[in-house]
């Protein structure tokens, strides 16, 4: 699986700004105007909870959250630990440690401080976005390994019933196992574990072998 | 850059605009430390208006000063794009009014095989970044990226790799010496091998200018792509009526330019907007100065976009003649919306398939 491939042109976006100052951002939405990202009256709320989270599109939306909410609650956008459904960028006013772990659990990947610079709003864009998508990227991966950790187990039979069934050694059935997944356009895992559930192994396991020694 | 922004100054105050300009003059001799001391003193002496700096890093130097004083510098050389300061408004070409347009040109043209030489700086990394992209895009290929020390003038190596890969053009991004220096080898170095280097390999340019063809000297001087909002050939009353003016203001010379054209617009803008405004202060220059009509500039109509604070200009490109002039082989129809981030001119992703590795010898 490739790495993404770095965005840079952030038009056409849509960004949801959470404070309770929304007095102080014009520099902000200026600066997201002239780059092509957009911020509607509608999408500046004055908390997390008013965010539609259904209507978040990962690819489109960036959400800037205040640290400095006035009643102290940022609160992720997703269960803690996962990765929120759109990228977040932290609007920094007291860089207290404790405000800084805040806006880190609420999701965030960059930031910016406040009061906000209109230079600084593109790099915290490019870094934020980006660590995001590599961050999901990096994910997916993750869920990949963790379903081909939890299917060793069916690879590991098949094997010892290739060997078993037709005298191979475990090198030989594995190679067997390997070029009938690239033909079936299947993982060996999705391979191994039809082969090992199915009632009709023996089969597969023929059809298999004959192919070997067909080729 | 200078003798544009005088001219200027000159003009309005012979005119009945009602505003009358003191040029105070500072020359930091493109001593980068010298830049910010020179600005705090300008700025310190209540300056509020500034017209200067060639390269980027000069104006990174200075826009946190003109940030603290609130005060207005008046950028007037093209340059890569990627910033609008708050206290900056920029009469020279954002990147989709001169990398974009020479790439187009280049790509119909000449050809889909690049190579780029350039001064070792953010000018010629920005600007070879941007060309990769659009050359990707339109599935041509980027053969080589070379870099050298601003100053450098040995060339002889990358001369031999060129005319070795035979690429369709070759994207020039050095400045100064350097680059005049690579003009006359390359020129002289395809010449003993038979090779007409400007129509077989041409160089192009986003910063060649007339005084610069002068500087090149004769043997090499033609032939040059250059892509510029503002060319000495353009045909008009207001160009006519420039270099009339500026020839019997500046008879030593140097001869006009893009950036004497440019710091000029600048200089003509600033005295409309503050005369509109009735007052110097930067914020109400700045309101006034959006609202303007447009300014009859020598390249043709000018004025300033009130999102970004940068120029509609015209895009040209001009190839060098003999005379150490341009004559002018594409021209857009009218002024182009200035578009720094090319938010509106590139695409989402980065090019893929850029090198990891930059060779700087």
Redesign the interface.
């Known amino acids: 699986m490739t790495e993404p491939?770095?965005?840079?042109?952030?038009?056409?976006g849509r960004a949801i700004v959470v404070t309770d100052r929304a007095s102080s951002l014009e520099?902000l939405t200026t600066?997201l105007?002239?780059?092509?990202v957009t911020t509607s009256p509608a999408d500046i709320v004055g908390s997390i909870a008013a965010i539609d989270l259904a209507t978040l599109q990962p690819d489109r939306c960036v959400v800037f959250i205040d640290g400095d909410i006035s009643d102290g609650t940022v609160l992720p956008l997703s269960a803690i630990g996962r990765l929120p459904p759109a990228p977040v960028i932290g609007l920094l006013g007291v860089s207290a440690p404790s405000r800084l772990k805040a806006l880190m659990r609420a999701g965030a990947s960059s930031f910016l401080r406040k009061p906000v610079h209109?230079?600084a709003v593109?790099p915290a864009l490019f870094v934020g976005i980006n660590e995001y998508r590599r961050h999901r990227h990096l994910e997916t991966l993750l869920e990949d390994q963790e379903r081909r950790r939890r299917s060793r187990r069916d690879v590991v039979k098949a094997i010892v019933r290739m060997m078993s069934e037709y005298g191979i050694d475990d090198d030989e059935a594995y190679e067997l196992l390997r070029r009938r997944s690239m033909r079936t356009r299947q993982t060996m895992e999705e391979l191994c574990k039809d082969l090992t559930q199915s009632s009709n192994g023996q089969e597969h396991g023929d059809f298999v072998l004959r192919r070997k020694l067909a080729d | 850059m200078l003798n544009g922004a005088l001219l200027a100054a000159d003009e309005i105050n012979a005119s009945a605009l009602g505003i009358h300009f003191e040029p105070s003059i500072v020359n930091p001799g493109g001593d980068l430390s010298q830049y910010s001391a020179l600005a705090t003193k300008m700025l310190e002496r209540d300056v509020r208006h500034v017209v200067g700096c060639y390269t980027s890093s000069s104006r990174k130097e200075v826009?946190p000063l003109f940030e603290k004083h609130d005060a207005l510098l008046w950028y007037p050389s093209h340059y890569e794009g990627?910033?609008?300061?708050?206290n900056v408004i920029y009469t020279g070409a954002a990147p989709n009014q001169h990398v974009l347009p020479l790439v187009e040109y280049l790509l119909a043209h000449h050809g889909h095989r690049a190579y780029c030489v350039g001064s070792n700086y953010i000018w010629a990394w920005e600007n070879n970044r941007i060309l990769r992209e659009s050359v990707t895009a339109r599935r041509g290929s980027v053969l080589a990226e070379r870099y050298f020390a601003v100053g450098e003038t040995d060339f002889h190596q990358a001369i031999e790799a060129i005319i070795e890969a035979r690429p369709s053009f070759v994207f020039l991004t050095l400045i100064g010496t350097s680059a005049y220096q690579f003009f006359r080898e390359f020129r002289t170095a395809c010449r003993a091998r038979g090779i007409d280097q400007a129509r077989e390999i041409p160089v192009a340019s986003c910063s060649l200018s007339e005084p610069e063809l002068q500087a090149i000297g004769e043997g090499a001087v033609d032939g040059h792509l250059s892509s510029s909002v503002y060319f000495c050939s353009i045909e008009s009353a207001a160009n006519l009526q420039f270099l009339n003016a500026y020839r019997s203001r500046f008879p030593q010379g140097p001869t006009a330019s893009a950036d004497a054209e440019a710091s000029y617009n600048a200089v003509w803008l600033l005295a409309k907007a503050a005369a509109a405004a009735e007052t110097d202060d930067p914020r109400a220059v700045k309101a006034k100065l959006v609202q303007q009509e447009p300014l009859d500039a020598p390249q043709g109509a000018v004025w300033i976009d009130e999102?970004?604070f940068h120029a509609y200009l015209t895009p040209r490109i001009g190839r060098s003649n003999r005379n150490a002039k341009f004559d002018l082989v594409c021209e857009a129809r009218e002024p182009v919306r200035p578009d720094?981030?090319?938010?509106?001119s590139?695409?989402?992703?980065?090019a893929?398939a850029a090198p990891s590795l930059r060779l700087v010898s």
Request: net charge neutral.
């Open positions: 491939r770095l965005l840079q042109n952030f038009s056409g520099v600066t105007d002239r780059l092509g209109g230079a593109y | 826009i990627f910033e609008s300061s708050t999102q970004t720094p981030y090319l938010v509106h590139s695409s989402r992703f980065e893929a």
